[in-house]
């Protein structure tokens, strides 16, 4: 479906408007199809005989404690692709695949075998039935976790934490007794060894059932209804919140200099991608505050006068602290501050 630059647009709007379960998409033939085929050879050098099966969805997972790894839809197209990056400013690239689907494995594994039921694996872990939150509160200093995916995800919950220390277990190459010697996090790299060793020549007791969340041949919506549910609400209490620091950041109307408004847009998929690796947020939450403050730059005619760089990172320290008080208190603002006497 890939299309030359000036019918860009022309098939990006036939594409937003079709549904998604006429599209035809399948792994095989795809450009998923090698990274599939990536995971499993990894896991058959690590002698696993299971082979999570991987079906297409509306996004990552393993539905529901089902040994099934969920890929998204827009993966199986280099179109769709383009537009997910262009509306979420998110795509992932051919290495951020495969540690998701290494961790995804983890979580098949996990509920194929059903580990999290022993004792071991709950001393090890914890308890499997922690309540499990989206925004959780995470701590960069911490050496009981190990590191894979992006901001400390082995902290949000038990299932987490396996998952994501079997996929490092299960990275090529990856000299994880050296990479985290003297660290806490190494026993339960060392579990996941001996369990695999264990378990990891025998099939699960149960056939893997067929996936019933939301398969992409069931996905009859259009591919802009899509984008349209997972558009994310902002709870911003009064939108002249952020105007001091935007003036920090930014000179006023008649200073000489870009127009800040341009400068955010123009440099809005790397401030989107910074911020979102160092919050864990999602990048439609991320995007949607960085169009906010250029809307807010536009109201308030602000100009960017120095250089290019300064800018950038003084933007990415603030939306940095602004979304990461957004995780710790579901405020995006914070208290709004009582007027003076």
């Not at 920090?248 to 000489?256: H, L, Q, V």
């Amino acid at each position: 479906m890939e299309e030359d630059a000036p019918h860009w647009e022309t098939a990006r709007a036939e594409l937003l408007g079709r549904r998604i379960a006429d599209l035809g998409l399948r792994i095989a033939g795809s450009p998923l199809e090698p990274l599939v085929d990536q995971l499993y050879d990894e896991l058959r050098h690590k002698r696993l005989v299971f082979r999570p099966p991987v079906y297409l969805t509306d996004e990552w997972g393993c539905p529901s404690g089902v040994p099934l790894i969920g890929v998204p839809f827009y993966l199986a197209d280099a179109t769709l692709a383009r537009i997910e990056e262009e509306i979420a400013v998110h795509a992932e690239g051919r290495d951020d695949v495969i540690q998701y689907l290494r961790h995804e494995a983890g979580h098949a594994f996990n509920y194929a075998y059903r580990l999290h039921d022993r004792e071991d694996w709950r001393r090890t872990f914890g308890p499997y039935s922690r309540p499990y939150r989206d925004r959780f509160h995470a701590d960069p200093f911490s050496r009981e976790h190990v590191r894979h995916i992006l901001a400390w995800y082995a902290q949000k919950h038990p299932d987490e934490d396996f998952a994501e220390s079997f996929a490092v277990w299960l990275t090529p190459d990856a000299d994880w007794r050296e990479t985290y010697a003297g660290w806490p996090a190494l026993r339960k790299l060392e579990y996941v060894d001996a369990v695999m060793a264990e378990i990891g020549g025998e099939a699960p007791d149960s056939p893997v059932p067929r996936p019933e969340h939301l398969p992409v041949e069931t996905m009859h919506y259009t591919v802009a209804e899509h984008y349209t549910e997972v558009e994310p609400t902002l709870p911003v209490p009064d939108e002249r919140h952020f105007d001091g620091d935007l003036r920090t950041i930014f000179a006023g109307s008649d200073a000489a200099g870009e127009n800040a408004t341009d400068y955010l847009l123009a440099h809005r998929t790397e401030l989107v991608r910074r911020i979102a690796y160092w919050t864990g947020e999602p990048t439609t939450v991320v995007r949607a505050f960085v169009d906010f403050l250029a809307g807010r730059a536009a109201e308030l005619g602000l100009r960017a006068t120095r250089r290019e760089a300064s800018i950038l990172i003084e933007l990415t320290a603030f939306g940095t602290a602004v979304l990461m008080n957004y995780r710790y208190t579901d405020a995006l603002a914070g208290p709004t501050p009582e007027p003076e006497p």
